[in-house]
């Protein structure tokens, strides 16, 4: 079976899914703190958390560098791993207002520079630096999550546990260098993943089935 190119991978979802405004946040303070919380979480209970803050008008990072820590871990409880949690925000909210006069000059450097400064941060992953970067910073760079590891495994019969910069790259090196892009083409891959290749994948009414290497050796 001849691999889809990725683009074409890309157009096919687009086909299907539209157009997908994606990565609820309202300001770069609430991106970063929902990309913190949605660590070994559901979306779904990080919003409750986002809602907690939101009442209690604690939805920024200054104010989180501030809050009681307790009071924190209370209005967080719901993403899990609360604990853990309220010190990675409040570890990250610290960072920044004693690096930087403000958020959006952190954001501002360049982005290369800005990935290696967000992963030195206590609780900040790939992922987490990459969706920063991507949905906050406003600038390239491609995120991978599991989604996109299992459906790249099961398309193009990648290794499931592929290392992340590798399959960043393998990725991004095949589409143009494009902020709408590539946020859009990881939503992309994150509704795949919701609606059809989940754990336990729905393949018949999969819109890629056809150019899917698990689908042809499994499909009778
Ligand atoms: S055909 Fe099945 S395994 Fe392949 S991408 Fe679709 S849902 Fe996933």
């Known amino acids: 079976m001849k ?59 200054k104010k989180i560098s501030t809050i009681n820590v307790n009071s924190l871990e209370r209005f967080i409880r719901p993403s899990g791993f609360y604990k853990q949690k309220a010190a990675r925000l409040k570890g990250f909210a610290r960072y920044i207002f004693s690096n930087y006069s403000s958020l959006d000059q952190m954001l501002s450097n360049d982005t290369g520079e800005l990935r290696e400064e967000l992963l030195s941060i206590k609780g900040i992953g790939k992922e987490t630096a990459d969706s920063i970067i991507l949905y906050a910073a406003g600038k390239p760079m491609f995120v991978i999550d599991s989604y996109t590891k299992r459906i ?60 899917c290497r698990y689908y042809s050796k499994t499909a009778r």
Request: some cysteine; aromatic content about 12%.
């Open 3 to 61: 691999a889809l190119p990725i683009p074409v991978l890309y157009a096919k979802l687009r086909e299907r899914f539209g157009y997908l405004d994606w990565w609820p946040g309202e300001t770069r303070d609430e991106i970063i703190i929902g990309a913190i919380l949605t660590q070994q979480a559901s979306w779904k209970n990080v919003e409750k958390a986002i809602s907690n803050l939101r009442s209690a008008k604690c939805l920024n990072l």
């Open 152 to 211: 790249a495994s099961r398309i193009y019969g990648s290794d499931p546990d592929i290392e992340y910069d590798e399959l960043r790259f393998d990725i991004s090196g095949t589409i143009p260098d494009d902020l709408e892009l590539y946020k859009d083409f990881h939503a992309q891959f994150v509704e795949l993943g919701k609606a059809y290749c989940k754990t336990k994948p729905l393949c018949n009414e999969c819109p890629v089935k056809s150019y």
